[in-house]
């Protein structure tokens, strides 16, 4: 009776978080500080509008597979976003985003990055992020700041070399490079990463030889080629 009261009581929670996220802004703004998660995935957006900086409670929010090329400076205005998607849409920019220095997730791939911004480093709570298939080929020193970090995807960029500043990211357990077809070199203070479980580098310069030296210097990191 117990575990079945239990397994109830599970459900009736899961139920209940999906019924509070929002799929609509309109909707969203008749209640706008009960509001926790918003899911505007696939709508065909052009444009957000600065009403969006109303959500003060807003926790998650999903605008992935939109055609936006910019987001409104409300959105870096909502302090509380642990969680946000901008997948396959067209951003340039990834500026404010250190205002949100409560994400965790940050998911921005197939968009039209070619840098990270240095306010990356006020993100010392994110433990992902998803930057693959951009135009990324360097990272700023500060990103060395994200010492919470545990899995990255740089896939499909243009990254010569793994970039120093992935170093300070001391308790990262995945990160894929893989794709980086000019990626061709690595310094050996990866050594540094002694958390790296799973390093991806298929589709890389990267040859055996220097393999068989990265398994010396990250000894119990699967490496991918």
């Given amino acids: 009776m117990v575990k079945a009261f239990v397994l109830l ?14 799929t ?25 509008t600065e009403n969006i900086g109303k959500l003060t409670n807003l926790e998650r929010l999903n ?4 055609k936006l090329t910019a987001l409104p400076k409300a959105l870096f205005t909502l302090k509380k976003i642990n969680y946000l998607n901008l997948i396959s849409n067209q951003l340039t920019s990834l500026a404010g985003i250190g205002s ?47 010492t919470a970090l545990e899995i990255v995807d740089f896939s499909y960029n243009k990254f010569s070399t793994l970039p120093e500043p992935l170093l300070g990211a001391k308790n990262l357990k995945t990160a894929d490079f893989s794709y980086n077809k ?18 991806n580098l298929k589709a890389t310069k990267i040859n055996s030889a220097q393999i068989e030296e990265l398994t010396w210097l990250i000894p119990d990191c699967q490496i991918l080629l």
């Fill in 63 to 66: 605008l992935s597979g939109n």
């Fill in 100 to 146: 949100l220095t409560n994400l965790q997730t940050l998911e921005a791939g197939f968009n039209r990055f070619t840098v990270v911004p240095k306010e990356i480093g006020n993100l010392t709570k994110l433990k992902k992020l998803q930057l693959n298939k951009n135009g990324l080929a360097v990272l700023p020193i500060e990103f060395s700041k994200l």
């Fill in 9 to 22: 009581a599970a459900s009736v929670s899961v139920i209940a978080l999906h019924a509070t996220e929002y």
């Fill in 24 to 48: 609509s802004l309109e909707e969203a703004l008749k209640n706008p500080i009960a509001v926790k998660s918003l899911n505007l995935s696939n709508k065909g957006l052009t444009y957000l």
């Fill in 182 to 199: 000019t990626l061709a070199a690595f310094s050996k203070n990866i050594k540094q990463l002694q958390s790296l479980r799973l390093l």
